[in-house]
């Protein structure tokens, strides 16, 4: 049966060891000392009461190791600060314990002993490799190189010394037999060590949740994705159990990277080059991360992993669903070995303006592994439109509003905002250990407003921009300060040490200045939250403030939506308060209180207006919000992303010339000979005639053209146009030996009909108007052309041509060819031209004119003329051509044979693009020329044959 592989960096599953020798913190291996022979296994740290639970429970917990605020014997923020030790590298020491604690474990709703559970959708999760959460093995990858910017020649170098010893050691080992040594030792306690499987700690929640139905249950779908935690120290015999019991019983199939790898691909290069600069934070001192540095090649090892997986399990039928920018590559590479497969890809973040994505050193590897999918999809418009001006000005292809436009195929781009489960967090929220929290906040802080955020403390939520607006907030209204308490959840990842004593100082500062004996108007907890705690802290929230400078969706704001509803808790209605650069703002439409982050006074503002609105407008903007909520759900998201998928791969595949029929010239001689009334249209260079280079075709045609189009128009049933994108004058001088064909110039501007005088031109467009625009778009050109070596710029009547196959830099020219494209797009998209990517050239030429417009013409006058005459207008129609210009002309011929108003329709493309036209022709414009020939030849036989077949009386009256 087919399947939907859902591939993912994370599975929605982990795995939890429960040997009876767990090994003590003291038997980690040392900090550097790569992999190490003994215990593998770190503990579940001692419990560590929560923030939460000490508000109710006292102060008698171990408050130093668990990083917690603890109200009743109130330490100062500060002081929380210094209690903590930041984690080390994850992976480099095996340390960064506590900040999750066992209240982590309960991320997620489980039902007793089924871990396909509602997780919370935007969690805030330990680094890879912390083993905060449950035994796990430590990871083998030792250091890796650093990837400061500072070190980058002197890594370069030892990284190729590292290839060298790594090939040496290959070949050693393939000499002698596999050694008993100190890895096997090693690997052995994990043999016999029982194991369950559990909700994953890592992993995008929101894509689990969407999948799930409100029992939990998934359909059809076979998750593809690594455990999330370090596996170089299992036995192979272990991973093939959990491979097995996973993906017998839950539909999970998971991919086993080196740990190496792993931590370069997801510690380097995804966390410190892909998510800040998708995420607009482009650093620009010496100590920031160099964008080319060693992880891209922990990236493609990691994203080739990952196809070779779906490769090996993909069935005839199955579909692909690759989600996020961990595995930008997946679908090119996928692609390459599934050429007719059906793949989409989701995006979750945010995608960056061109301007900010090509800082990026493999931006076209990047890019080009996206476009391996039939579908891109992402979170809004705003990104899909981000996508398709990069892929427009960093690949020189045209973009238009439905996708990409390939060499030879087509890549649709769309856009689909995830949403929540909404069934599944009401089953939650009726647990009792919600409703408990849900009273006993209430109870802590009866009589005062909270205000509530939850945020990973990473640059890009707007943590430290939060706190300051919060500090203006409470200055300038000194009456709120006694009313008032913001409760910020915020965990903190070890690579942000600066951020941390930034967040640090402000709170001190809040503390000292506004902090009294009898209250305390900010809670900053350093560590998670239970699932339950989360979900009560949203029902009994009195605003919510999500200040992210940059975020592809964000659904705690939908969530707090869903809880505020007056079904698991009182009935608030908050108000939510909602950065502008969120996706979720997009679809808010504006009943949520928008922020620019960056703007303190103006959020400081949002806090007051939030606090102080009256219950009526409180009621309104949430069920305008509420609506969305319920309407955008996971389920409504994947549905519409697997129906979009579905439609798209079917034109695509109708499209493929692999798939189309190649013409059968036996059927079209006897549509032919049928026929009464034929109209051919055929495009010039490329089809009839082969391209020629910038210099242009030359004007002396071959023989061989002219003499079939003769032929053809030989036949008094035969209407023959071409078509062209040249200028009338050439295309006359070309053709001044066919003298009654007909002629479609400059793409459908000019138009002489067939059997007119030689120089009687139809003009459509406004050559005045045409003269102005092509004055300004000729003067950004110039810019371009200036700087571009032996780029050259053609003036038509009616359009413009950037040209640059000459340019020796062709790297430079298609970046300056895909800039100026852009620019004029977006400077001129109120005259009714556009600028288009075609071979080695950018084309600049009105929209509302095109070969089509122009066969509509022809075709309508044909109309007039036989209505009048009683004859049939046509019922014979050819259309040939080859490139995008002609493929409007295949659909509009398409559509007239299919509404049965002319009765035989042939479209053809010459060569190999993926095309609208029912028929294809691979050999050329040589073969297009014998189709044609063979047409005549067989009328002309016909007419001999009837002719002598006839009684000589009728042959004698004939001519009559
Ligand atoms: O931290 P990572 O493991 O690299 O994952 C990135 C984040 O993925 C999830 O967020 C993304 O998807 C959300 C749902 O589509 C979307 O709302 C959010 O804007 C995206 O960034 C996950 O929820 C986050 O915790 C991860 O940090």
Redesign the pocket.
Known sequence: MATTHVVS??LPYTINFHGQDLPSPEDRPLPDAGPQPGPQFRPVPNRAASTLDLITKGSNADISRSSTLDLNSKPSTASLFRQVTPPQTPGAAGEGLNHFGPEARKRHFARPGDPRSLV??????PE?GAQAVFNQPMSRAGPLPSNSILDFAKVHDELSQEKLNEARRKQRKRRSPPSQGSRAQSVERFAGQSWTVEPAV??????TN?CRNADGSEEDITWTGTLGFPTDALPDSVKEDIHDRLLNEYQADPVYIADKDFQGH?SLF??TIL?PVF?YQIPDHPKSKAYADHSWGFYKAVNDAFAAKVVASYKKGDVIWIH???LLLVPGLVRQKLPDAQIGF?M???FPSSEVFRCLANRKELLGGMLGANLVAF?TDEYAQHFLQTCSRLLTVEATVQGVQLEDHFVNVTHAA?GINPALIHEARQDAEVQEWVQTIGERYEGKKIIVAID?L?NVRGVRQKLLAYELFLNKYPEWRERVVLIQVAISTNEHTELLTTVADICTRIDSVYCTLAHQPLVFLKQDIDFSQYLALLTVADALVIS?LR?????TAHEYIFCQDGKGGPKKHSPLILSEF???AAIFGDNHVSINPWNYKQQAESFKKALEMGDEEKSKRWNGLNDVVLSRTGKSWKDTLSDALAKVYKEHHLRDSTSIPRLSTTQLVQKYKAAQRRVFIIDYEGTLAPHKTSTGIPLSSPQRVLDTLNELLGDGKNVVYIMSGRKPEELETIFHTVPTLGIIAENGCFMREFGAQSNDWQVFVNLDKTKRWKRDVKAILQYYQERLEDSTIEERHCSLLFRYDKAPDQEMAHRQAGESANHINDACSKLKIHAVPISKAILIEPVNFSKRSAATHIFDGLRNKNTASGLPHADFLMVAGDDREDEVVFRWANELGAEGQIQDVTTVSVGHRNTEAQNTLTQGTTGLLSVLHKLVKASAETTASDYFSRPSRDRNTSHN
């Open positions: 960096l994370f919370r959708s935007e969690a805030h999760v890879w890592q992993g995008n929640g929101g894509l969407a997801y995804c966390k998510w995420h996020d920018y961990h989701f979750h973040t945010a979170q995830i990973k990473d992210s975020d592809g969706m964000n659904l969120t996706g979720s």
